[in-house]
């Protein structure tokens, strides 16, 4: 062990302590707690409420060794508890004990419950000590507020760098008064991977596959129920009439094929998952390919995805194939949580098309969400610590509406849309064709859009952008690239307004990717990078 404790490093007396559901919810609950390594094991005390008999459920114990300490990680199982029932609770072993906390079972057949959302609460500084004080007054105001609340779902950066303990022990610190008596189900988000190999001047910075300090400090915590490899930072559990998905950042082809095999036997009433990175995200220049296209088959079998990461609020419509409906049969819902700690966004956001509710959360507030299940019908509020509401939706699947009503949009002539934003009135008189099946635009035009360089001669035009160029001539399939030629299946032409028109294919060059929703007739191109294109200026 080592001789000198870090600040808030373990000790004898038990900490961390923090509730959680890896099994059936009516009639267990899962407690969490660290000690020092001078405590060897553990058991949990329960006792129902209005007895004074206790029942002994003795701790899995595992030693977590950190980049600043050596602990024990205890975890303790209470099981065999009546549905709907209140307990008490202490861990600890004959010495150390916690006080006496207490929490409630999930009652059988239930199909009414309330839960809180929380999301990218990491604070870093100071960088010893992080100070997790405010998220903790505004989870306590909220549930005082709400006292119903059944459990709390975080979507992600839990901590600001998950590979260093100290960000741990804030968090931790964060949830007292709190954890103890209600569920915590964390989701992986990527400053919970994340590490540097020096801590306190920020450098070296890496990401953990899979999360190591997150997976150690949480295994029993949750069902192990993941994708092999991939455990813990993936997990599924049921709460009433309700699945859950939680689903980390690392393994998108596991946890694409696991969710698949996980949902196709599903019947519950609700399919409801959490994954940091926002499909439909808000950010000016943001993306999406950490989980598109390759969990999209998985995640469109989704009702409702909470996402966080980018600090900003969004909600949009059901989604699906890129396509934009009303009904929420029709695809997913991916709402975005606002941050919840006063983090204001690092990306500037901007509503998209795929938006219904949307705001920038560029002022310095928290957000956390109610999300009430009343049968099959959800209700959502996302609320600003100051009481504003930033929205509150109804999602009716016996209706099939979600209200308040919004219609997805239908444009008449087909617009391109980059990174979900429209190009407004720099496509106003070159929107795209369809020519004999083939899908043209002009591309001078969407690289005028978002920062890339655009030069144009005597039937040609030449493009460069996010690392790449290309110069393209009317009536030929041969292009010149930064990687020598290339030859388009079809001919560039000239189009609307005497501009040069390419085929779509033609955005694979600057490694981009596109594709058409018929229902609303537009064409939805995304790269990957979220560096905008900015042109030199000499």
Same mark, same amino acid.
């Given at each position: 062990?080592?001789?000198?404790?870090?600040?808030?490093?373990?000790?004898?007396?038990?900490?961390?302590?923090?509730?959680?559901?890896?099994?059936?919810?009516? &009639?267990?609950?899962?407690?969490?707690?660290?000690?020092?390594?001078?405590?060897?094991?553990?058991?949990?005390?329960?006792?129902?409420?209005?007895?004074?008999?206790?029942?002994?459920?003795?701790?899995?114990?595992?030693?977590?060794?950190?980049?600043?300490?050596?602990? &024990?990680?205890?975890?303790?199982?209470?099981?065999?508890?009546?549905?709907?029932?209140?307990?008490?609770?202490?861990?600890?072993?004959?010495?150390?004990?916690?006080?006496?906390?207490?929490?409630?079972?999930?009652?059988?057949?239930?199909?009414?419950?309330?839960?809180?959302?929380?999301?990218?609460?990491?604070?870093?500084?100071?960088?010893?000590?992080?100070?997790?004080?405010?998220?903790?007054?505004?989870?306590?105001?909220?549930?005082?507020?709400?006292?119903?609340?059944?459990?709390?779902?975080?979507?992600?950066? &839990?901590?600001?760098?998950?590979?260093?303990?100290?960000?741990? &022990?804030?968090?931790?610190?964060?949830?007292?008064?709190?954890?103890?008596?209600?569920?915590?189900?964390?989701?992986e988000g990527n400053h919970d991977t994340r590490g540097f190999k020096d801590y306190k001047n920020g450098t070296g910075r890496y990401y953990s596959e899979p999360a190591e300090f997150f997976c150690r400090q949480l295994k029993h915590s949750y069902p192990y129920n993941g994708p092999e490899c991939w455990k813990t930072e993936n997990y599924t559990f049921d709460y009433g009439n309700v699945h859950f998905a939680v689903l980390g950042v690392n393994g998108p082809e596991d946890v694409n094929e696991w969710l698949i095999n996980d949902l196709k036997n599903c019947k519950a009433d609700w399919k409801i998952g959490t994954y940091h990175f926002p499909i439909c995200y808000t950010g000016s220049d943001c993306q999406n390919y950490d989980a598109y296209p390759v969990m999209t088959e998985s995640m469109e079998m989704l009702d409702l995805m909470f996402s966080g990461h980018e600090h900003s609020f969004g909600r949009s419509f059901p989604r699906k194939n890129e396509e934009l409906f009303e009904q929420p049969s029709k695809g997913m819902i991916n709402y975005v949580l606002g941050n919840s700690n006063q983090n204001p966004p690092g990306t500037r956001s901007l509503p998209k098309v795929w938006h219904t509710a949307f705001y920038p959360m560029e002022d310095l507030t928290s957000m956390i969400a109610v999300a009430e299940v009343d049968g099959k019908k959800l209700t959502i509020t996302a609320e600003l610590e100051d009481g504003r509401i930033a929205d509150r939706c109804v999602i009716d699947k016996e209706r099939d509406i979600i209200e308040p009503y919004a219609l997805a949009p239908y444009f008449n002539r087909t617009r391109m849309m980059y990174k979900g934003a429209d190009l407004g009135l720099c496509q106003y008189q070159t929107t795209c064709d369809n020519i004999d099946g083939v899908w043209y635009a002009c591309l001078s035009v969407l690289f005028s859009y978002f920062g890339g360089y655009v030069e144009k001669t005597k039937n040609q035009v030449y493009l460069e952008g996010y690392g790449h160029w290309a110069r393209f001539t009317q009536d030929s399939k041969t292009v010149e690239t930064d990687r020598g030629e290339v030859t388009l299946e079809n001919a560039v032409f000239r189009g609307r307004e005497e501009q040069l028109y390419m085929p779509m294919e033609a955005v694979e060059i600057f490694e981009m990717r596109w594709a058409y929703a018929k229902r609303n007739n537009f064409i939805l191109i995304e790269h990957e990078s979220e560096i905008k294109p900015i042109t030199h200026q000499p």
């Open positions: 062990m080592k001789k000198v404790k870090p600040a808030r490093g373990s000790k004898p007396q038990p900490d961390h302590i923090m509730l959680s559901i890896s099994g059936d919810a009516t &009639n267990s609950m899962t407690v969490t707690w660290r000690t020092s390594t001078d405590i060897e094991g553990g058991y949990a005390l329960c006792r129902e409420e209005g007895s004074d008999e206790y029942v002994k459920y003795n701790a899995i114990t595992e030693v977590f060794e950190s980049d600043i300490d050596i602990s &024990n990680i205890h975890w303790s199982t209470m099981d065999g508890l009546k549905p709907g029932t209140k307990y008490y609770y202490t861990c600890g072993d004959d010495t150390y004990r916690s006080k006496e906390y207490y929490f409630t079972t999930s009652p059988e057949n239930l199909t009414k419950f309330k839960f809180l959302c929380v999301s990218d609460q990491q604070k870093g500084s100071p960088f010893d000590e992080p100070d997790y004080s405010h998220f903790n007054k505004i989870v306590k105001k909220f549930l005082e507020k709400h006292p119903d609340t059944a459990f709390i779902l975080s979507a992600g950066d &839990n901590t600001d760098c998950g590979q260093h303990e100290q960000q741990w &022990n804030g968090a931790f610190l964060g949830l007292e008064g709190i954890a103890e008596y209600l569920p915590i189900m964390f989701t």
